[in-house]
């Protein structure tokens, strides 16, 4: 009776699991993409809870996960609804540094302009702000 409970619970939590390198925005990861790289005086529940807030106040935010492999990062991808594509994604990776800040880059292809990559920034920077 508990086997059938344990393999439905594991395959469930596998289900839902997506490997870091099975993200289609792992092509942006990539040297040649980096736009930028900043120091915030950030956490990432606090990176997290201003998505979250973004997302109650303008009704979309960035998508974000921790990287399993590495919980010290995460990544926030975000492609505009109007033209979702890797060609039009920004892709940030956030590393928590020893200190109470984070190391934020930008990834994105040479044609998305620098202010739709300061568009994502601003989404967790000043979540309450819709544009």
């Known amino acids: 009776m508990r086997l059938p409970l344990i ?3 594991a395959a469930l939590l596998a289900s839902c699991a ?6 289609p925005w792992v092509k942006l990861y ?5 736009r930028s790289e900043q120091k915030w005086p950030m956490t990432l529940p606090q990176v997290q809870q201003a998505l979250f807030a973004h997302e109650a106040k303008c009704g979309s935010a960035p998508q974000f996960s921790i990287d399993p492999e590495q919980p010290n990062i ?3 991808w975000y ?3 109007s033209s979702p594509g890797l060609s039009n994604t920004v ?5 928590r540094l020893q200190s109470e800040s984070l190391r934020v880059q930008a990834y994105a292809h040479l044609g998305v302009q620098e202010s739709e990559i300061q ?9 309450e702000v819709c544009e």
């Open 7 to 9: 393999l439905t619970v």
């Open 18 to 23: 997506t490997p870091f390198a099975d993200q």
């Open 30 to 34: 990539d040297e040649q993409y980096l």
């Open 74 to 76: 995460a990544h926030v």
């Open 79 to 81: 492609a505009p609804e």
């Open 91 to 95: 892709l940030l990776e956030i590393a």
């Open 119 to 127: 568009r994502v920034k601003n989404m967790i920077l000043s979540p």
